[in-house]
Nanobody, 114 residues
Framework: QVQLVESGGGSVQPGGSLRLSCVASGFTFRRYLIRWVRQPPGKSLEWVSNIDGSGTRPSYSASVKGRFTISRDNAKNTTYLQMDNLKPEDTAVYYC???????RGRGTQVIVSS
C-alpha cells in the first residue's frame, strides 16, 4: 500500500524558514519522481517542485525558485522541501505526490504571517 506522509508545517513570520518532509512507503522509493504541490486558501492546487528518483534533477516553479530547495534521501525514503525567505503568498497546504499514479499525502499546513 503506497503511503506518503508529510510533516514539518507550521506558522512562521515573513522571511522565515521551514523544512517539510515527506516519508514514503509501499513502493521502491528510488525509482520514482516525487513532486510537491500546494493549495493556497480558496485556490486550486499549484505545482511547486519536482525531484527525480536519483535526486540529480530538481525543478521549481518560478514563484519559489531561488527560495525553496527540494532534496531526497533514498536510504530514508524521504523527500524534503527546504523553504527559505517565506512570503505570505506561500501560505498553503503542502502535499507531496507520486504523480505517475496520482498518489498524494494528506498534506501539512504552512502559514506565513506577521
Amino acid at each position: 500500500q503506497v503511503q506518503l506522509v508529510e510533516s514539518g508545517g507550521g506558522s512562521v513570520q515573513p522571511g522565515g524558514s521551514l523544512r517539510l518532509s515527506c516519508v514514503a512507503s509501499g513502493f521502491t522509493f528510488r525509482r520514482y519522481l516525487i513532486r510537491w504541490v500546494r493549495q493556497p486558501p480558496g485556490k486550486s492546487l499549484e505545482w511547486v517542485s519536482n525531484i527525480d528518483g536519483s535526486g540529480t534533477r530538481p525543478s521549481y516553479s518560478a514563484s519559489v525558485k531561488g527560495r525553496f530547495t527540494i532534496s531526497r534521501d533514498n536510504a530514508k525514503n524521504t523527500t524534503y522541501l527546504q523553504m527559505d525567505n517565506l512570503k505570505p503568498e506561500d501560505t498553503a497546504v503542502y502535499y507531496c505526490e507520486r504523480p505517475d499514479e496520482n498518489y498524494r499525502g494528506r498534506g501539512t499546513q504552512v502559514i506565513v504571517s506577521s
